[in-house]
């Protein structure tokens, strides 16, 4: 979604050609993050002649506030979904920063890893927004991803197996 | 006005912001060098916008009111108290995963 979006196109926005093709997954009912990703990827491509993309939509695991029963059924309803996708794109990488839709995608990788599928790197990095607090997605993933990434001391103190690299967006 | 795509021609174009607390619309003007007064919904309970904004302040970057000390606020405000706002760094991010990547 929006803000999830800006924020990590600009992560990506100092990282080489070795980071290609590039998946992207985001929510069916996300409006403008496609054409921002879009945007980014003209760039890119202005000066990566050869660099790739696709684009993937999975439905939203849940709505901000949704109730707690009804998002672990909506959540398991992404995840049977992007089950499929992510043993299609076998990624090597996962890189992730909020978005309710991001907890079914490093599920399906953590699934296709126990399986002995595919192994990917889970990095996580939290939203700029989050000073004091997780949110539900960094709670989740703060167990399950490789690399956890603040951007601020107070959650480095809270979270001591997360990475602080300063504000990296 | 309701939605417009960016707001970056007409933050340009500002001596001063008043905004609420989203991220993005904080982010956006302090990186534009504009001065900012965040007003902060009271009405929103566990409101995690606060803590951006709360932080934003203590660091001297933004000073913060509520809708009703708006004015006063403003009548009071001395905004070479603001610090500049220094860039994120996506390039440390970079390196970081560089390195991870190195070492699978």
Not at chain 1, 24 to 30: L, P
Not at chain 1, 89 to 114: E, F, Q, R
Not at chain 2, 72 to 82: I, V
Request: charged share 20%; hydrophobic share 35%; net charge positive.
């Amino acid at each position: 979604t929006g803000g999830h979006t800006t924020e990590i196109l600009r992560l990506l926005s100092c990282l080489s050609e070795s980071y290609s093709p590039r998946h992207y997954i985001i929510a069916d009912s996300d409006k403008m993050s496609e054409a921002k990703i879009r945007s980014f990827e003209q760039k890119r491509a202005e000066t990566f002649s050869s660099s790739q993309f696709t684009l993937d939509r999975i439905p939203r695991s849940r709505e901000v506030r949704q109730s707690w029963t009804s998002s672990v059924v909506s959540t398991l309803y992404s995840i049977l979904y992007s089950l499929p996708l992510t043993y299609k794109l076998k990624p090597d990488l996962i890189l992730c920063n909020g978005p309710g839709t991001c907890v079914p995608v490093c599920i399906s990788a953590l699934l296709l890893g126990l399986l002995g599928i595919k192994r990917a790197i889970i990095v996580y990095v939290e939203s700029i927004c989050r000073v004091e607090t997780l949110s539900l997605s960094g709670k989740i993933l703060y167990y399950f991803s490789d690399y956890f990434i603040v951007q601020w001391p107070n959650l480095k103190e809270k979270y001591p197996k997360s990475v602080y690299l300063g504000r990296i967006v | 006005f309701r939605f417009k795509d960016s707001l970056a021609q007409d933050l340009r174009g500002a001596d001063l912001v008043i905004s609420h607390a989203g991220a993005g619309s904080c982010l956006e003007t302090l990186e534009q060098g504009k001065p900012l007064i965040v007003v902060i919904n009271d009405k929103l309970m566990n409101n995690h916008q606060l803590e951006l904004a709360k932080q934003l302040q203590s660091d001297g970057h933004v000073l913060c009111c509520s809708c009703s000390t708006l004015v006063e606020t403003l009548q009071s405000m001395d905004l070479s108290t603001l610090k500049p706002f220094p860039p994120g760094q996506p390039e440390k991010f970079a390196s970081f995963l560089d390195k991870v990547v190195e070492f699978q």
